[in-house]
């Protein structure tokens, strides 16, 4: 595979983890903050309160990330996990009221090997 290929736009992936958790008891309250640790600790960043994103070179990295949110989910609550391509998060209109906001530059992957 090729320098071209390996950072391909429809290669690199990111994956999205939406979710809606309750936060009625201290139970509630405590499964909310260490599901969104964990979700930190494995390198994700929030986008919005309930979405975390995270940047992954390849699909088969993405899966890595998938299966290891799937081990920490909630035992109450609605999560989605979705994958989509560098060029489809690429063209994600923010706006902050009317007014549109450039999207932040895509993060540079550093590969040693």
């Known amino acids: 595979m090729n320098i071209a290929e390996r950072f391909n736009e429809y ?21 909310y903050v260490d599901f969104r640790k964990n979700l930190q600790r494995d390198g994700f960043t ?16 993405a899966q890595v990330h998938i299966k290891r949110v799937k081990s920490f989910l909630p035992d ?21 009221g009317k007014k549109i906001q450039d999207a932040k530059p895509g993060e540079q992957q550093l590969e040693l090997f």
């Open 46 to 61: 929030m986008f919005q309160f309930s979405i975390y994103v995270r940047h992954c070179a390849s699909q088969e990295n």
């Open 11 to 31: 290669r690199i992936m990111w994956v999205l983890v939406l979710f809606d958790l309750p936060t009625e008891t201290k139970k509630d309250k405590k499964a």
């Open 76 to 96: 109450y609550g609605k999560v989605g996990i979705m994958c989509i391509t560098d060029k489809q998060f690429g063209d994600i209109e923010i706006f902050y």
